[in-house]
């Protein structure tokens, strides 16, 4: 192993001598490292740069974006609502083209509900489970036009609630729950609920009082146009859930042929009663929380 002499006598060791001469040669690693950064980082805060809005403005929102991406959704799945309609009335071109005129209604209405919200990044699965909820919910009109097969609409209609809380759930795992996400699903259960109420009624298996069931959310909105403080934000109540998948079942129940008469009038009953209960309840909360 060889050393060095240096000039006052005394021997330097090849490690110090390397040592030095790396640090020597240091800044001029650096000095070329930070060139060939230079030009890429000069990018990047050129291109954050112009996504900045600048000062005293704001970016904005995406609304039409949201509203587009949603309808061309929709739009895809459109095809399914004469598909499913045709399983529970055959081949009748004038039901068929109702149902799929109330869903392409009803699509255009939620894609215009997109605005009065945050825009949506993305459709996201559970969006496009209600959608596809939608789709069961609209091909029911038809059996309003001709009469279908109850068990076909008692199908339809399960599936529709079972798909209800697979939207939910999706939205939870997924980390895409949204105020609108929330609106589209309740729109679309009030829809269910409707439909499910008016083919009950046409089945003649009970009276109009069926109908009660049906329009619980739209009479509660149009109450809230005359009372302001209905249209309060309520907070979120297991027990408003629990009162909905049970208007629904009593509702897919009245559409079989067996239950009538007695049967039939206490099931109505059993779900009037939840139902007043549960809007009571809630009316009252909003009557309190109101200044």
């Not at 587009?68 to 399914?80: D, K, P």
């Not at 825009?119 to 038809?142: F, I």
């Not at 079972?162 to 980390?175: E, K, P, V």
């Not at 042929?257 to 909360?285: C, E, K, M, N, Y």
Request: hydrophobic share 55%; glycine share 8%.
């Amino acid at each position: 192993m060889l050393a060095c002499i240096r000039r006052d006598g005394r021997i330097s060791s090849p490690v110090r001598l390397r040592t030095r001469a790396a640090a020597a040669t240091a800044p001029a690693v650096r000095l070329r490292s930070h060139r060939d950064r230079k030009a890429p980082i000069n990018q990047l805060a050129h291109q954050s740069f112009k996504a900045r809005p600048l000062p005293g403005h704001s970016a904005a929102p995406d609304s039409n974006g949201s509203a587009a991406r949603f309808a061309a959704t929709a739009l895809s799945l459109a095809a399914g609502v004469p598909v499913v309609a045709y399983l529970l009335v055959g081949w009748q071109p004038i039901a068929l083209s109702l149902a799929t005129l109330v869903y392409l209604l009803a699509a255009a209405l939620a894609s215009a509900l997109t605005a009065r919200f945050p825009p949506l990044e993305q459709v996201g699965m559970c969006n496009m489970v209600t959608l596809t909820r939608l789709v069961l919910t609209s091909a029911l009109v038809a059996p309003l036009v001709t009469p279908g097969t109850a068990m076909g609409i008692v199908t339809v209609a399960t599936l529709a609630l079972i798909l209800d809380g697979i939207d939910g759930w999706l939205a939870r795992r997924h980390g895409h729950e949204s105020e609108f996400g929330a609106r589209f699903d309740m729109e679309v259960d009030a829809a269910l609920g409707l439909l499910l109420a008016l083919n009950a009624w046409t089945t003649a298996a009970v009276g109009p009082v069926v109908l009660l069931l049906g329009v619980p959310r739209y009479l509660f909105g149009v109450a809230g146009s005359v009372w302001p403080m209905l249209g309060r934000p309520l907070p979120e109540r297991f027990g408003r859930k629990v009162v909905c998948v049970l208007q629904i079942v009593a509702l897919i129940a009245l559409q079989l042929p067996w239950l009538a008469g007695p049967a039939a009038s206490v099931v109505v009953l059993v779900a009037l009663l939840a139902l007043a209960w549960s809007f009571g309840r809630d009316v009252l909360w909003l009557w309190k929380a109101s200044p």
